[in-house]
């Protein structure tokens, strides 16, 4: 039980650094809301004198001063509600900002690996809900957890100061809901990371499903990914049954132990009245104080949930903010010689995925010269993709190193690396947003002159031209509303719109068709001069365009060369082009 109580109070304390710079709104915030809960608890206490005073001595001198007491204390007690509500609704909207905007960032910080290992329907739950679960604590249950049990402890003073036997009456009952609650604690904690993971997975199915819509609906299999996610969402009812289960019991307990406690004050008080040791007034107050104690004492196991599911999701905010970023510029960064000519070594190259047993690349020396096209073919799972991806370090070897002129690409800033090389992969992700946005991505420094550019060298300009709106139509997610090809051609033109001198192609033009390729080779070929460009090839036409092929089998570096003294020489490199053709017929039909 304490080393529950303990992680949940550690876990919550790493929200610090995000509620300091807001602690002077959320203490008066829970000072307004003391105040407001002091004025309801004081109107028990005027009831006492109207019942002892006027009542009982049948003198009415005194009452309208006591009902208009009464009446400024329950005005009192909204406005300060009030105030609560506008002192906290901005601080913790803050809070909720911060917070979300420092996981963005980090997400975009963290390497490649990282992002392998998660789903993004976690991530988007831990950057959202999660979140928003933070926020809802700071603005509400971390005030009323405070707020309320300063005002149960205030109340059961005012209950042994009215008559001590009625305050240990209301204290023996009292005691058994506090330990309730602890109790209830540890078991609703377990329950609540559960829900809150596999509601990430259930983010995950839908966002999948929602990018995937065209696939599923072509081949038929939306009926059977709904029973799966109906058999995930079962899972997760379960998850929140079991919550309301624990729940349920805990409030049963709330309910009965308080109306007890009242019963017995009033057996006890009345005996009192009878003997003469209790005024009416007395049990009266006492009776309204412990009514009014109820929800303060009913709302510290809610509390307590609220406060165990926001330590659950601090946790899995924090299992994104702790994660480390092992890609990173160096202290010290060496600057690439100027001009860049775009020399790109691989010296001995290994690569292993974390947590893999076999190393992916084994052994790469590969020499690109300035203004050299080389392209990269292979059988699938040889290593193409992965070698692409070391040269703007989205990963990093595990031994070996890669150079460009002559640098190693970990003694470069990340934003010069980047800076130098342009790249697009098989797979074209677009934004939500504009033509010019998605081509420029993000860059103020590119104006619309070199974005047409770069779209005549992609020959996406004409089909740019016919959108509605030119540059400034927004394409929609994922540029769902393109054709495949148009979507390759806008990220070929994101690639080379910044005049790269290394140029990274991870089979960009499988989704053209044969006269739109030919067009964007043909282009390419005028950009590809003087640029260093490494391509993975699957199309024989692709590697034609290439000054020089690397074959890599199974890791390595089997056979460099130009591709008609291959094709002439190397049986194995014949056999792998032939299978080439075969898949680019298949897809031509």
């Known amino acids: ?46 009831t006492q004198r109207i019942v002892d005073g006027p009542i009982a001595h049948r003198d009415l001198s005194a009452l309208p001063w006591l009902v208009l007491l009464v009446l400024v204390l329950g005005c009192a007690e909204a406005a300060l509600f009030y105030a609560r509500r506008r002192l906290i609704a901005r601080p913790a909207a803050e809070v909720e900002a911060h917070l979300r905007a420092d996981i963005y960032r980090k997400l975009q ?73 602890y109790l209830f604690e540890s078991r609703f904690k377990v329950v609540a990371r559960k829900a809150q993971d596999q509601a990430g997975d259930l983010t995950t199915n839908v966002e999948e499903s929602v990018l995937g819509i065209r696939v599923l609906k072509a081949f038929g299999r939306g009926p059977g990914l709904s029973d799966r996610f109906s058999a995930r969402a079962r899972e997760l009812r379960d998850t929140e049954l079991a919550k309301v289960k624990v729940f349920a019991l805990l409030w049963a307990v709330l309910i009965v132990l308080p109306e007890l406690g009242i019963a017995a004050q009033l057996a006890v008080g009345t005996f009192g009245i009878t003997n003469g040791t209790t005024t009416i007034g007395t049990l009266v107050a006492a009776v309204a104080v412990s009514a009014y104690l109820r929800w303060p004492v009913d709302s510290i196991g809610w509390l307590l949930a609220e406060t165990n599911q926001t330590s659950s999701a601090t946790e899995r905010i924090y299992e994104v903010l702790d994660s480390p970023i092992t890609i990173t510029s160096p202290e010290e960064p060496r600057a690439l010689p100027a001009p860049v000519r775009g020399h790109v070594r691989f010296e001995d190259v290994r690569f292993a995925y974390p947590g ?33 991806a070391l040269v703007p370090r989205l990963y990093d070897v595990t031994s070996g190193r890669v150079t460009i002129d002559g640098v190693d690409v ?73 054709s495949g090809g148009q979507r390759q051609r806008l990220a070929l033109a994101r690639a080379v719109v910044a005049h790269p001198a290394v140029l990274v192609l991870d089979d960009p033009l499988s989704a053209l068709d044969v006269h739109t390729e030919a067009e964007v080779e043909g282009a390419l070929r005028r950009v590809l001069h003087g640029v260093t460009a490494l391509v993975v090839a699957h199309r024989p036409s692709t590697v034609q365009l290439a000054d020089r092929v690397a074959m890599l089998v199974d890791g390595r570096i089997a056979a460099v060369g130009r591709h008609h003294d291959l094709l002439a020489d190397n049986a194995e490199y014949r056999r792998l082009l032939s299978t080439m053709d075969e898949e680019e017929e298949v897809a031509a039909l």
């Not at 304490?2 to 002077?24: E, N």
């Not at 190393?359 to 010269?369: A, K, P, S």
């Open 410 to 482: 970990r003694d470069l800033s990340l934003e010069d690396l980047r800076g130098t090389i342009g790249a697009a992969f098989e797979e074209p992700v677009l934004f939500s947003a504009s033509v010019r946005e998605n081509v420029a991505l993000g860059s103020d420094e590119l104006d619309d002159a070199k974005v047409r550019e770069a779209l005549r060298v992609a020959k996406a300009e004409e089909f740019v031209e016919a959108l509605p709106w030119g540059l400034e139509t927004r394409i929609g997610e994922q540029g769902m509303s393109l």
């Open 109 to 181: 910080r963290l390497p490649v690996a990282f992002h392998d290992r998660y789903q993004s329907g976690q991530l988007l739950s831990r950057a959202s809900t999660d979140v928003a679960t933070v926020r809802r604590w700071v603005a509400f249950a971390v005030i009323f957890l405070v707020v309320n049990t300063a005002i149960v402890i205030i109340g059961l003073g005012v209950l042994f100061w009215l008559s001590p036997l009625l305050g240990a009456v209301a204290l023996a009952c009292t005691l058994p809901l506090v330990l309730m609650s």
């Open 1 to 46: 039980m304490k080393d529950q109580s303990t992680s949940t109070t550690a876990t919550l304390r790493r929200l610090w650094p995000y509620i300091k710079p807001v602690r002077k709104p959320l203490s008066l915030s829970m000072c307004a809301t003391l105040g407001a809960m002091l004025c309801g608890l004081g109107i028990p206490l005027i």
């Open 356 to 388: 893999a047993d076999r190393e992916v690349l084994r052994g790469i020396d590969l020499d690109l010269v300035p203004g050299e096209t080389v392209a990269l073919v292979g059988a699938t799972g040889s290593g193409k993709t992965t070698l692409t």
